[in-house]
Nanobody, 115 residues
Framework: QVQLVESGGGLVQAGGSLRLSCTAS????????VGWYRQAPGKQRDMVAH???????NYADSVKGRFTISRDNAKNTVYLQMNALNAEDTAVYYC?????????WGQGTQVTVSS
């Protein structure tokens, strides 16, 4: 069983930055695509960014140019650097490790952007 633990969320003013981290247990992290998702109150959970095992990245249009996803396979960790935050970025952010059998989710970390 893989566990994903997110950290780095918090309260930030509009225009500010945060860096989220997600660390996985076990030994399959480096073998799979990993991503960040977010869910705002009353809305569905949406993809924010993915990074493949080869380092190829994909972003939601709403965060392109502001967010950067990266991974450190030696540390079993994926990061999300978030810059130029705005109120629309307020959500619970979840880490997801994608596997052929569906994958695993973290418990989420709250990001709140005050305007």
């Amino acid at each position: 069983q893989v566990q994903l633990v997110e950290s780095g969320g918090g309260l930030v003013q509009a225009g500010g930055s945060l860096r989220l981290s997600c660390t996985a247990s076990g030994d399959i992290f480096r073998l799979n695509t990993v991503g960040w998702y977010r869910q705002a109150p009353g809305k569905q959970r949406d993809m924010v960014a993915h990074i493949t095992t080869s380092g190829r990245t994909n972003y939601a249009d709403s965060v392109k140019g502001r967010f950067t996803i990266s991974r450190d396979n030696a540390k079993n960790t994926v990061y999300l650097q978030m810059n130029a935050l705005n109120a629309e970025d307020t959500a619970v952010y979840y880490c997801r490790l994608l596997t052929s059998w569906g994958g695993y989710w973290g418990q989420g970390t709250q990001v709140t952007v005050s305007s």
